[in-house]
Nanobody
C-alpha cells in the first residue's frame, strides 16, 4: 500500500519560514521523481518544485530563490524548505511521487497571514 504523508504546514506571518516533509512508504523511493504541488482556493493545482532521483531540481518561477526541495533517500522523505513566505503562498500543499504511476499525499495547509 502506497502512502505519502505530508506534515509541517501551519500558519505563519509574511516573511516567515516553514519546512514541509513528505514521508513515503510502499514505493521504491529512490527511483521516484518527487514533487510538491499546491492548490489555492478557486485556483488550479500548480507545480511548486520537483526533484529527480539524481537530485536535479526544478522550481516554479514564483518560488525560485525562496523555496528549496531536497530528498533523504535513507528516510524515504522529501522536504520543501519555504522562506520569505508571502500571502500568495497560501494553499494546500501536496506531495507527489512519479514513476510509472503517480501517487499523491493528502495535503497540508499552509496559511500566510499577519
Amino acid at each position: 500500500q502506497v502512502q505519502l504523508v505530508e506534515s509541517g504546514g501551519g500558519l505563519v506571518q509574511p516573511g516567515g519560514s516553514l519546512r514541509l516533509s513528505c514521508a513515503a512508504s510502499g514505493i521504491t523511493f529512490r527511483l521516484y521523481v518527487m514533487g510538491w504541488f499546491r492548490q489555492a482556493p478557486g485556483k488550479q493545482r500548480e507545480m511548486v518544485a520537483s526533484i529527480t532521483p539524481g537530485g536535479s531540481t526544478n522550481y516554479a518561477d514564483s518560488v525560485k530563490g525562496r523555496f528549496t526541495i531536497s530528498r533523504d533517500t535513507a528516510k524515504n522523505t522529501v522536504y520543501l524548505q519555504m522562506n520569505s513566505l508571502k500571502p500568495d503562498d497560501t494553499a494546500v500543499y501536496y506531495c507527489k511521487g512519479s514513476l510509472n504511476s503517480d501517487y499523491w499525499g493528502q495535503g497540508t495547509q499552509v496559511t500566510i497571514s499577519s
